[in-house]
């Protein structure tokens, strides 16, 4: 019986042999497709989903109640309530001061950080500390610090200031709880900025130095005329970092002082939240990340558009 | 008040004065508030119209109530962290609330519902029902729980059973509800803002508290249909 080898079925190749035949863009579809479906699910259905219930007056937690588009009502409310302009100014706060010191201490750090003493790297990895914490924890811990009967803090403050330690509360006072909760990020995060700036400042070569040295600059004009410049961008990079992450903080606040007293700590974050999960008002609540969400996207294109300009002088 | 008491030395020993529960996440404030604007003259609507607040809930004896609280805040000092022997547990003293315009006490405690929706509504009913048996409430109470149902109350021992029982037999019979309303959360959570930023964070004046507070609420009974 003659055989018909052309009518059998071909063996199958193996994957990587047909892998072979496809094309790299192909290739690279494949790796990247799976991530972009991830976020596609994650991030871009629900903030499409957000916008559109931000113009309507649905409440998660009256999932049988007739849904009603109500328009712009919802941003109206959010841009004329008083309340929410409190919350942005307390944000507006916290922001500005724990940037400004973050900033000074981190540069500060770094720049003693990179005379490379001796055991630089044992005190390195000391400072580095408070960034590894859970914000959590931190917010937790510095409760109790706080406390002006036993609190580390109280007592530090007394030792330094004279003042008795159990006469103040950091927590318990209006004018004291919008620094506490500076005091505590800049703790924290201080570290961070202080490692990007390093980074900048390991990134100047040497050389640049030795031609300054051989001009005869002061060190006082070495710092302005080639530190200061050639770390900006490292600088204006950690100021946009925490500014992004300073703009959104919720948890370190939350378990420290949760937004009191009375609003005094009550951060724009905070406000959504008991808008969105305790007051469940879904529309109004998806209307202000709205807001915010454009408000942190604006403002982060314009400082990096003024980032790539410092970069590139 | 709570002044008289701060720092005084009672018996050769300092005594370091009144506390008042301020808590602003849940529902503190709001309990110690109104224990006071109750029998002060604080009423939650007009009898005649529900939900009609203004004038009621933001009521010149509110106002005074609130600012009589506030008072009483500013006296006061933060809870001590010393154990002493000669306080507290079966030494504890409890009083009903005081009177002035009328007589009134919060009423604490939660009640139970029953979700609509849910698959086993025959099990939850049938759990109230157990659960408000007087039997099981009398062992409730001799548990440490708290119970008003009158199998509890009218029990002869009941009185002398702990050193709160008597006052807090007192207090059933003036006691005044919250809201009791779909949007407790939203009315509770407006009221925790507008008296915590009035009592603890200095902020406004107790009328503009009550105003904010009208406003607030006025805003909920909208968004559910109960008021225009």
């Given at each position: 019986?003659?055989?018909?080898?052309?009518?059998?079925?071909?063996?199958?190749?193996?994957?990587?042999?047909?892998?072979?035949?496809?094309?790299?863009?192909?290739?690279?579809?494949?790796?990247?497709?799976?991530?972009?479906?991830?976020?596609?699910?994650?991030?871009?259905?629900?903030?499409?989903?957000?916008?559109?219930?931000?113009?309507?007056?649905?409440?998660?937690?009256?999932?049988?109640?007739?849904?009603?588009?109500?328009?712009?009502?919802?941003?109206?409310?959010?841009?004329?309530?008083?309340?929410?302009?409190?919350?942005?100014?307390?944000?507006?706060?916290?922001?500005?001061?724990?940037?400004?010191?973050?900033?000074?201490?981190g540069f500060s750090l770094a720049w003693l950080i990179d005379r490379k003493f001796?055991?630089?790297?044992?005190?390195?990895?000391?400072?580095?500390?408070?960034?590894?914490?859970?914000?959590?924890?931190?917010?937790?811990?510095?409760?109790?610090?706080?406390?002006?009967?036993?609190?580390?803090?109280?007592?530090?403050?007394?030792?330094?200031?004279?003042?008795?330690?159990?006469?103040?509360?950091?927590?318990?006072?209006?004018?004291?709880?919008?620094?506490?909760?500076?005091?505590?990020?800049?703790?924290?995060?201080?570290?961070?900025?202080?490692?990007?700036?390093?980074?900048?400042?390991?990134?100047?070569?040497?050389?640049?130095?030795?031609?300054?040295?051989?001009?005869?600059?002061?060190?006082?004009?070495?710092?302005?005329?080639?530190?200061?410049?050639?770390?900006?961008?490292?600088?204006?990079?950690?100021?946009?970092?925490?500014?992004?992450?300073?703009?959104?903080?919720?948890d370190m606040v939350n378990l420290l002082i949760s937004g009191g007293l009375g609003?005094?700590?009550?951060?724009?974050?905070?406000?959504?939240?008991?808008?969105?999960?305790?007051?469940?008002?879904?529309?109004?609540?998806?209307?202000?990340?709205?807001?915010?969400?454009?408000?942190?996207?604006?403002?982060?294109?314009?400082?990096?558009?003024?980032?790539?300009?410092?970069?590139?002088? | 008040?709570?002044?008289?008491?701060?720092?005084?030395?009672?018996?050769?020993?300092?005594?370091?004065?009144?506390?008042?529960?301020?808590?602003?996440?849940?529902?503190?404030?709001?309990?110690?508030?109104?224990?006071?604007?109750?029998?002060?003259?604080?009423?939650?609507?007009?009898?005649?119209?529900?939900?009609?607040?203004?004038?009621?809930?933001?009521?010149?004896?509110?106002?005074?109530?609130?600012?009589?609280?506030?008072?009483?805040?500013?006296?006061?000092?933060?809870?001590?962290?010393?154990?002493?022997?000669?306080?507290?547990?079966?030494?504890?003293?409890?009083?009903?609330?005081?009177?002035?315009?009328?007589?009134?006490?919060?009423?604490?405690?939660?009640?139970?519902?029953?979700?609509?929706?849910?698959?086993?509504?025959?099990?939850?009913?049938?759990?109230?029902?157990?659960?408000?048996?007087?039997?099981?409430?009398?062992?409730?109470?001799?548990?440490?729980?708290?119970?008003?149902?009158?199998?509890?109350?009218?029990?002869?021992?009941?009185?002398?059973?702990?050193?709160?029982?008597?006052?807090?037999?007192?207090?059933?019979?003036?006691?005044?509800?919250?809201?009791?309303?779909?949007?407790?959360?939203?009315?509770?959570?407006?009221?925790?803002?507008?008296?915590?930023?009035?009592?603890?964070?200095?902020?406004?004046?107790?009328?503009?508290?009550?105003?904010?507070?009208?406003?607030?609420?006025?805003?909920?009974?909208?968004?559910?249909?109960?008021?225009?």
């Open positions: 019986m003659p055989s018909h080898p052309h009518l059998l079925p071909e063996p199958a190749a193996p994957l990587i042999a047909r892998m072979r035949g496809l094309s790299d863009r192909t290739v690279s579809w494949l790796f990247v497709g799976p991530t972009m479906l991830l976020l596609l699910a994650i991030n871009i259905f629900p903030l499409i989903w957000t916008v559109k219930l931000s113009f309507t007056n649905f409440r998660a937690n009256r999932p049988n109640a007739d849904v009603l588009g109500v328009g712009l009502d919802n941003y109206i409310s959010v841009l004329t309530d008083p309340d929410i302009w409190a919350a942005m100014q307390t944000t507006a706060h916290f922001l500005f001061w724990t940037i400004l010191l973050q900033v000074v201490i001796r055991g630089h790297g044992f005190w390195t990895t000391l400072i580095l500390i408070p960034m590894m914490l859970s914000p959590a924890l931190v917010g937790n811990f510095w409760a109790f610090l706080y406390q002006p009967q036993m609190g580390l803090f109280n007592y530090a403050a007394a030792f330094l200031s004279g003042v008795p330690a159990s006469s103040f509360s950091m927590l318990g006072s209006v004018k004291l709880a919008p620094w506490a909760i500076v005091i505590v990020d800049t703790w924290m995060w201080t570290p961070y900025v202080m490692l990007i700036c390093l980074a900048g400042l390991r990134s100047i070569p040497d050389h640049i130095y030795e031609a300054a040295e051989v001009d005869r600059a002061s060190p006082w004009r070495q710092f302005w005329s080639i530190t200061l410049p050639m770390v900006l961008p490292f600088v204006m990079l950690a100021v946009l970092f925490r500014g992004i992450e300073n703009f959104k903080m919720f609003s005094a700590t009550e951060l724009a974050s905070i406000t959504l939240k008991r808008e969105a999960f305790e007051k469940w008002r879904t529309g109004y609540a998806s209307a202000f990340a709205v807001i915010l969400f454009v408000a942190v996207f604006g403002m982060a294109n314009i400082y990096v558009k003024a980032l790539n300009h410092v970069k590139n002088r | 008040m709570s002044e008289f008491f701060r720092g005084r030395t009672i018996d050769g020993k300092k005594v370091y004065g009144a506390y008042l529960f301020t808590e602003r996440g849940s529902e503190g404030i709001t309990m110690g508030v109104t224990n006071v604007l109750y029998p002060m003259g604080f009423k939650y609507q007009g009898p005649k119209k529900p939900h009609a607040m203004d004038g009621f809930v933001n009521s010149p004896d509110a106002m005074r109530a609130l600012d009589f609280h506030k008072a009483l805040y500013k006296g006061s000092t933060s809870p001590g962290l010393n154990k002493d022997p000669n306080v507290g547990g079966e030494k504890i003293g409890c009083f009903t609330n005081p009177s002035d315009k009328g007589k009134g006490v919060q009423l604490g405690g939660q009640g139970i519902s029953v979700v609509s929706y849910s698959p086993n509504r025959s099990e939850a009913l049938q759990y109230i029902k157990w659960f408000a048996n007087p039997d099981v409430q009398k062992k409730w109470q001799a548990i440490g729980g708290s119970s008003a149902a009158n199998a509890v109350l009218n029990d002869p021992g009941y009185a002398k059973s702990s050193p709160f029982a008597q006052a807090f037999l007192d207090s059933m019979g003036m006691v005044v509800d919250f809201w009791a309303e779909p949007s407790y959360a939203q009315l509770m959570l407006a009221m925790q803002k507008r008296t915590h930023d009035f009592v603890v964070a200095d902020k406004g004046t107790a009328k503009e508290a009550l105003d904010a507070l009208v406003v607030d609420w006025k805003k909920v009974f909208k968004e559910d249909g109960k008021v225009k």
